[in-house]
C-alpha cells in the first residue's frame, strides 16, 4: 500500500510509512530511473515481483512490491486490524520509530565522525543544510542513529517504559498524555517501571 499521487500527468509514489530504509522524496513511476536516498545509497523502480530497490555499492537489495491497484476504506480498515492485533505482525510485538536527520542537525562534535568525509569530498561551500544525512531509530529497547552509510550509533538503551518514554520525548519530540501511556500497559511491548 503506497501512496500514488499525479502531478501535471507524471504519477509518484510517496511512502512515509516504510521506515528506515524508505523512501526520503517521491519517487517519479518511471522504470530504472536512479534517484537520490540517503548518500551514498540510490532507489530505483523496477516492475517485477520486487520492484523497489535499494543500492548499497554495485549491488541492489530488494526492499518491497507494490501494485497500482486503488485502496477503499474497507481495506485500510481490514489491514489495521490484522497488522495491530494478529500476534504474528510485527507490529503487535515490537515498537518501532523512525526519523530522519538533516545535516543542520548535527553537531560540530558529531561532525567528527567517519561520515566527515563525505563534507570534504563535496567541500564545504556545497554543503546544503537541507540534505538529508542519516536516521534515527528507536527499536524496543534501543534508540539509535545512522549517519550516511555508516555504523549505527547506539544513543541510549533503555530499561523501564519511563526511560523509553524520555527518549522519544527527546530524540523524536513525540510526548504521550496519560491515557496514550495506558496504551502499552499489558502488552508484550511493556518494559517494566
Known sequence: MVN??????QKY???????????????LLVEGQENSHMSPAKVRLIK?????KKS?????????????????PQDYESMTVGTTFRRISFFAWSIAVVRIVMRKELTTATQNKPHADHDQKRGHAGRDDDEIV?????????????????????LKT?????????????????????????G???TVVHLPH
Open 4 to 9: 500514488l499521487v499525479t502531478i501535471n500527468n
Open 13 to 27: 509514489v510517496s511512502d512515509v510509512g516504510f521506515g528506515a530504509n524508505g523512501q526520503i522524496a517521491p519517487l
Open 48 to 52: 517485477s515481483a520486487l520492484p523497489w
Open 56 to 72: 548499497k555499492g554495485a549491488e541492489w537489495e530488494s526492499i518491497y512490491c507494490f501494485s497500482e491497484m486503488e485502496f477503499l
Open 134 to 154: 542519516g536516521v534515527l531509530t528507536l527499536t524496543d529497547k534501543h534508540c539509535k542513529r545512522r549517519i550516511l552509510a555508516g555504523e549505527d550509533e547506539v
Open 158 to 182: 533503555f530499561e523501564t517504559e519511563q526511560d523509553r518514554l524520555d527518549t522519544l520525548r527527546e530524540w523524536f519530540g513525540i510526548i504521550f498524555r496519560d491515557v496514550e501511556r495506558s
Open 184 to 186: 502499552v500497559l499489558m
